[in-house]
């Protein structure tokens, strides 16, 4: 665990996800879905109890208000019995501003729950 008061290494601040945020996702021959925990426009962190290694590559597939977005996305941490931190890889031009808006929905609904 790094100290509170060492610098984070992300380059995009993440956001809380709310229940209702699913990700289904392929990984080495194996579909999931996962319940996404906090994410950012540099990746994501998911549950899951399977483990994967680090560098293992996965392919993402939100469908949430903002529409569906695909993505591709290597496996960065695992946490046993947590979950998967994932960095991603690739993501389409269509897409991009898709997720934008979705981790933007995100941080107004966390905004708002902070605020009530």
């Known amino acids: 665990m790094r100290p509170a008061s060492a610098p984070s290494r992300r380059f995009t601040s993440r956001v809380q996800a709310p229940e ?3 990700v289904y996702w ?8 996962s319940q996404v925990r ?3 426009l540099g990746g994501l ?11 293992t590559i996965t392919r993402l597939d939100f469908l949430v208000a903002e529409g569906q977005i695909w993505a591709d996305a290597i496996v960065r941490h695992a946490k ?11 993501l389409s031009e269509q897409d ?5 808006a ?3 929905r995100l941080r107004k609904t966390q905004q708002f729950l ?3």
């Open 20 to 22: 209702d945020v699913w």
């Open 26 to 33: 392929k990984c080495q021959g194996r579909d999931d879905v």
């Open 38 to 40: 906090n994410m950012s």
């Open 45 to 55: 962190f998911i549950e899951t109890p399977q483990p994967q290694a680090s560098g």
């Open 80 to 90: 046993a019995g947590a979950g998967l931190g994932l960095r991603f890889t690739a």
């Open 96 to 100: 991009r501003p898709k997720l934008a």
């Open 102 to 104: 979705l981790i933007s």
């Open 114 to 116: 902070a605020g009530a």
